[in-house]
């Protein structure tokens, strides 16, 4: 079956450094992946999104590229703020009819400080 | 934009009582899914619905059921809850078929069962 498998957090960083979220997975087809962020208190938002090999999702800063070779999609951010401060999640899914699920990684807590 | 809301953000509950969740979407969306969010094991799927009355069960559906009357609403029902049962519980609607992927979360309920 599907799985995806993300880096243990938590993630602690300095404001304006580099950020690496390593997310890999393992698929039976050929997903869509996806990042979702969870800020405190709120319910998942889509962060960004590729859907075909070598595709790059871009957003708000952040950056991930899905790579087929090594069944990857790492999150990145060139310089992160205090306001990225959430939860991040890996996940994968299909769009054919019946198949709509998403599979999310475990989540990786981020903590920004100043 | 899309908005789902969800019945309660927090409830507090005792060992056998009959629980409803509800959840409204107001974009028109075929599909509706129920997550449960635990510590270090990220989102677990409950059940997930793609049209009016239909129900597919997720991965973990024992202890809960579903209810699809009509298209914007997705109710979730603990028959007989129990304190294992306590956690966050998500929902999420989508477009069908080719235009799914996106998922769009609701802010959460997070159940306590006493």
């Known amino acids: 079956g599907d799985s995806v498998t993300q880096m243990e957090g938590p993630v602690t960083l300095s404001e304006e450094a580099f950020l690496t979220i390593n997310c890999t997975y393992t698929?039976?087809?050929?997903?869509?992946l996806f990042w979702y962020v969870q800020y405190p208190g709120e319910g998942l938002q889509l962060l960004l999104k590729?859907?075909?090999?070598?595709d790059k999702g871009s957003n708000k800063g952040f950056e991930a590229t899905y790579r087929k070779e090594t069944t990857s999609f790492h999150l990145e951010k060139g310089s992160v703020q205090v306001s990225d401060s959430a939860v991040y999640f890996c996940?994968?899914?299909?769009?054919?009819?019946?198949?709509?699920?998403?599979?999310f990684g475990t989540g990786t807590r981020l903590t920004i400080i100043p | 934009d899309v908005k789902v809301t969800q019945s309660s953000r927090y409830l507090v509950k005792r060992t056998g009582e009959k629980v409803f969740l509800e959840c409204v979407q107001d974009?028109?969306?075929?599909?509706m899914f129920w997550y449960r969010q635990d510590p270090g094991l990220g989102l677990r799927l409950i059940y997930f619905?793609?049209?009016?009355?239909?129900?597919e069960k997720g991965d973990i559906p024992e202890g809960y059921s579903v209810s699809r009357e009509k298209k914007e609403r997705f109710s979730l029902i603990l028959e007989s809850a129990s304190t294992n049962q306590t956690s966050m519980y998500l929902c999420?609607?989508?477009?069908?078929?080719?235009?799914?992927?996106?998922?769009?979360f609701g802010p959460g309920t997070r159940l306590l069962v006493l």
């Open positions: 996940a994968l899914g299909y769009s054919n009819f019946g198949n709509e699920k998403l599979t």
């Open positions: 698929a039976t087809g050929y997903p869509s």
């Open positions: 590729a859907t075909k090999a070598d």
């Open positions: 974009m028109d969306h075929e599909n």
């Open positions: 619905s793609y049209d009016v009355k239909m129900k």
């Open positions: 999420a609607s989508a477009e069908g078929g080719d235009r799914q992927e996106t998922q769009y």
